[in-house]
């Protein structure tokens, strides 16, 4: 099942204009991180908030965490056509079996229109 | 960065017959690595964990003798798709933990796998 879920499930905006996903989760974490993939490609690595954090930024974007609510919200500024992909949280947590694993939310599909 | 490689990166098969999916970290060295699939327009889901010389560890509905995954080096991890049929047809992906830095893990860019 998803650890994560994500809302919306999708977006459509202008450039240039904010985008703001947001991710919910359930179990404890040790880190919260935010992936970018493009149509049929694989996925990369945008940020990683780790559980004692509350916000992060890198260059236009900007992730919070709230652990009390099992929560966290990724906002992109000043959004470009390049912009345009899928986004997923993903929690980092010790499995069943003892290892790390990244558990994927459900993704929000972003698009920008120029 | 750290660069995943994996390939092919697009395979048809017929029904019935095996498919071999290679994952290489090309420059460092990966003690874990972690087999994902994804349907279309849906989320990854991790399908098993691969540690360098011992066996997998699958997570809960997926069958082992029919997604055999081996491990062999520091860097290269193979996922064979046994007896393939249609169901089977979507996105694999591969990512790869750098060793000694848990919380960072690269991907790699994919393979699309359609069973006829």
């Known amino acids: 099942s998803q650890q994560g879920e994500e809302d919306p499930q999708a977006l459509s905006i202008q450039e240039g204009e904010n985008a703001t996903m947001n991710c919910s989760y359930k179990t404890s974490i040790n880190n919260l991180q935010w992936y970018r993939q493009n149509s049929g490609r694989g996925l990369v690595h945008l940020i990683l908030?780790?559980?004692?954090?509350r916000e992060k930024h890198s260059g236009r974007l900007r992730v919070t965490l709230d652990t009390s609510k099992k929560s966290s919200s990724l906002l992109i500024t000043a959004s470009r056509a390049a912009d345009t992909a899928s986004y997923f949280c993903?929690?980092?947590?010790?499995?069943?079996?003892?290892?790390?694993?990244?558990?994927f939310g459900t993704g929000t599909r972003l698009t920008i229109i120029p | 960065g750290a660069v995943v490689s994996q390939h092919p990166s697009r395979v048809i098969c017929k029904s019935g017959t095996s498919v071999k999916i290679e994952c290489r970290s090309l420059?460092?060295?990966?003690?874990?690595m972690f087999w994902y699939r994804q349907f279309p327009k849906q989320s990854l889901m991790l399908m098993a964990t691969s540690n360098e010389g011992s066996k997998a560890t699958y997570e809960q509905g997926v069958e082992k003798d029919k997604f055999l995954i081996n491990h062999a080096s520091l860097t290269l991890s193979t996922l064979t798709v046994t007896s393939a049929h249609p169901e089977d047809s979507s996105f694999y992906i591969c990512s790869a933990r750098v060793t000694g830095i848990t919380d960072t893990q690269y991907f790699g860019p994919g393979t699309r796998l359609t069973v006829l």
């Open positions: 908030i780790r559980s004692n954090e």
């Open positions: 993903a929690t980092d947590l010790i499995s069943n079996f003892g290892n790390e694993k990244l558990t």
């Open positions: 420059d460092f060295q990966a003690t874990t």
